[in-house]
């Protein structure tokens, strides 16, 4: 299992493939430990290195995780089988749009898929959500661009993370939640649903 794990991160940076920051990953595994999550829902599994992680926090942790990049998926489906995962990992090969999970719920959801869709994702997954839930989003600074574009940037980029920033606003805006932002890794965004008085 360790030595996957260090595997993964060789591979990650062979390829260039974005998997979670360790002091991220570190966080939300202690989010797992400390508050008894059992369910995870992950939206973009990459090769399956935070989820594996996750998992891998406590005990009778379940993950279900979403890839719709076939390449990763399949390598992902290979790093559960070395760790012997397989009965608590499910690994779904579609895109996150069309994907439908119908009378599930879950105490942990994390977004890591196409940044420029986390409002969409947001807004979608948030229904499968437990009450003591929360919903975790990675990548809210986005390499310390958030909150400092400036035009020396490519359009695509600008305007990618001008994305983020609408979901920071977004998150901050909501009712129906209230979020806290940490400064781990490349920012996460813990958003919790507000109780109904
Ligand atoms: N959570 C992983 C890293 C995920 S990288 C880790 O830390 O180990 C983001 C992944 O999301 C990419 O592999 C990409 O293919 C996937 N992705 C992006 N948009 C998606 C979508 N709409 N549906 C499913 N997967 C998506
Ligand atoms: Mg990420």
């Given at each position: 299992m360790k030595e996957t794990i260090l595997e993964m991160e060789k591979y990650a940076k062979e390829y260039n493939v974005p998997i979670m920051e360790k002091e991220s990953i570190k966080f939300?595994?202690?989010?797992?430990?400390?508050?008894?999550v059992k369910k995870i829902l992950?939206?973009?599994?990459?090769i399956g290195y935070s989820?594996?992680?996750?998992?891998?926090?406590a005990e009778g942790v379940e993950l279900t995780t979403i890839?719709?990049?076939?390449?990763?998926?399949m390598e992902a489906v290979k790093n559960v089988k070395?760790?012997?995962l397989e009965k608590q990992i499910e690994i779904v090969f579609q895109d996150a749009h069309e994907v439908n999970l119908i009378g599930r719920s879950y105490d942990l959801i994390l977004i890591d898929a196409a940044k420029a869709q986390n409002i969409k994702f947001?807004?979608?997954?948030?229904?499968?959500l437990n009450p003591n839930g929360v919903i975790i989003c990675d990548n809210i600074n986005f390499h310390g661009l958030v909150g400092n574009r400036d035009d020396t940037m490519s359009k695509n980029l600008n305007s990618l993370v001008a994305k983020i920033e609408d979901f920071i606003v977004f998150l901050k805006s909501n009712k129906e939640y209230t979020t806290k932002f940490y400064d781990k890794g490349d920012g996460l965004s813990v958003s919790y649903k507000n109780k109904d008085e």
């Open positions: 939300i595994m202690n989010y797992i430990k400390l508050n008894n992950e939206i973009g599994t990459a989820g594996i992680l996750m998992v891998s926090a890839e719709r990049d076939e390449k990763r998926y070395k760790c012997g947001f807004e979608k997954f948030s229904h499968y």
